[in-house]
T-cell receptor, first 117, second 114 residues
């Protein structure tokens, strides 16, 4: 069985601060993909990143960075120099290899991030 | 390249009526997924379809809900005899293939049952 945990329900930080959102994924599968999506107040779901379990290199895209550590089953997301537009709910979603072919994403409960101007 | 399109964006139905939600995948995508988001909750998988085939409907309620993805035209999620508990945001996603491809989501349809 798989389990995804986003322990932080809500986070508030002042604009320009850095913030890290945690995601812990437990599985027996050795192969899987991990996704992050953003849901701003307008309600749509925006794809942010897809990583596979064989690639533990950190990834940086502008102010966003992701740290994947297979040993601790964590795939954390950091926003540097946060901006008000970053305010949203952020979801982590794993796709284990046992789901390849039926492609069922299991979303975490999400972390609501509020950036205070 | 247009993204995933869903319509209507907002739908209001009275109890007992039918709701039809439409999803047009991104160009070149042949895999469609439906998810439901209840208020203040995360997304829950409902059904996965390819053209003319239902691949996995394990997340679909057994009664009143059905989905299709015909050879021509959009995918349809149909809810018969809606009840208040069906009020939610319904998201459609598409991907070019399966096997771990990124699923790109549409803007969602917000269903309100009065």
């Amino acid at each position: 069985a798989q389990k995804v945990t986003q322990a932080q329900t809500e986070i508030s930080v002042v604009e320009k601060e850095d913030v890290t959102l945690d995601c812990v994924y437990e599985t027996r599968d050795t192969t899987y993909y991990l996704f992050w999506y953003k849901q701003p107040p307008s309600g749509e779901l925006v794809f942010l990143i897809r990583r596979n379990s064989f690639d533990e290199q950190n990834e940086i895209s502008g102010r966003y960075s992701w740290n994947f550590q297979k040993s601790t089953s964590s795939f954390n997301f950091t926003i540097t120099a946060s901006q008000v537009v970053d305010s949203a709910v952020y979801f982590c979603a794993p796709l284990p290899s046992s789901n390849f072919g039926n492609e069922k994403l299991t979303f975490g409960t999400g972390t609501r991030l509020t950036i205070i101007p | 390249n247009a993204g995933v399109m869903q319509n209507p964006r907002h739908l209001v139905r009275r109890r007992g009526q039918e709701a039809r939600l439409r999803c047009s995948p991104m160009k070149g995508h042949s895999h469609v997924y439906w998810y439901r988001q209840l208020p203040e909750e995360g997304l829950k998988f409902m059904v996965y379809l390819q053209k003319e085939n239902i691949i996995d409907e394990s997340g679909m309620p057994k009664e009143r809900f059905s989905a299709e993805f015909p050879k021509e035209g959009p995918s349809i999620l149909r809810i018969q005899q809606v009840v208040r508990g069906d009020s939610a945001a319904y998201f459609c996603a598409s991907s070019p293939n399966g096997m771990g491809d990124t699923q790109y989501f549409g803007p969602g349809t917000r269903l309100t049952v009065l």
